[in-house]
């Protein structure tokens, strides 16, 4: 608990009784499963087995120069793989969708007027349609076309002003007004 307090994710706090307790903070509570602002899911993914299992291959990776850590511990690319384990594949999405709720609001607090006169977006590898959906919520006029791989559309679910198409960005992307693009950085 000493090493949590330090990272901030508990703090020190007395009880009604007198005696030492601790108590959440800010960090603690996106660690919570529940809430608007939880990263909890992110957390689970990058600490599954799945996930760690490459930095296992780092090293070895780093010596032959070759940055495919993923592909060294699993035999394949992670979307193949994904495609391959449902499961997997649900904890990435839900993990995307953790990401999006935390940084859209910035984008529609920060970037409206790159929205304005915007009719259609897509939103190149969308994941389960969360930042579109919370484009669309904040900028009505927009029709977001949610591209992704056909894994992951054929189980997200319907938005309204949402349709979901799949493919491969690399072969195609759906013809739009702009082309949203958002990544989340891992290994
Ligand atoms: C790191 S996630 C980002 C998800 C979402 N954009 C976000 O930031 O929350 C990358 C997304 O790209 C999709 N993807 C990967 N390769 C793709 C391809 N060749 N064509 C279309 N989508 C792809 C994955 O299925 C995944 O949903």
């Not at 979901?164 to 759906?174: I, K, L, R, S």
Request: charged fraction near 15%; hydrophobic fraction near 45%; glycine fraction near 6%.
């Amino acid at each position: 608990m000493r090493f949590l307090v330090c990272q901030k994710i508990f703090q020190k706090k007395c009880t009604s009784n007198g005696t030492k307790g601790y108590a959440p903070t800010s960090t603690s509570l996106l660690l919570m499963r529940h809430g608007e602002h939880s990263m909890a899911t992110l957390v689970l993914l990058e600490s599954s087995p799945v996930m760690l299992a490459p930095w296992h291959y780092l090293s070895a990776c780093v010596r032959q120069n070759d940055p495919l850590t993923f592909e060294a511990a699993h035999g394949k690319d992670i979307w193949s793989y994904a495609a391959e384990h449902p499961a997997h594949s649900d904890l990435i999405n839900d993990a995307m969708a953790c990401d999006a709720r935390a940084s859209v609001p910035t984008i529609v607090e920060g970037c409206a007027e790159l929205f304005v006169g915007v009719n259609t977006v897509v939103d190149v590898g969308g994941g389960d349609r969360t930042t579109l959906r919370a484009l669309v919520k904040a900028f009505p006029w927009i029709r977001g076309i949610n591209f992704d791989l056909p894994h992951v559309v054929s189980v997200a679910l319907e938005s309204n002003g949402v349709k979901h198409v799949g493919g491969d960005m690399f072969a195609a992307v759906p013809k739009a007004n702009t082309a949203f693009l958002k990544v989340h950085i891992s290994i």
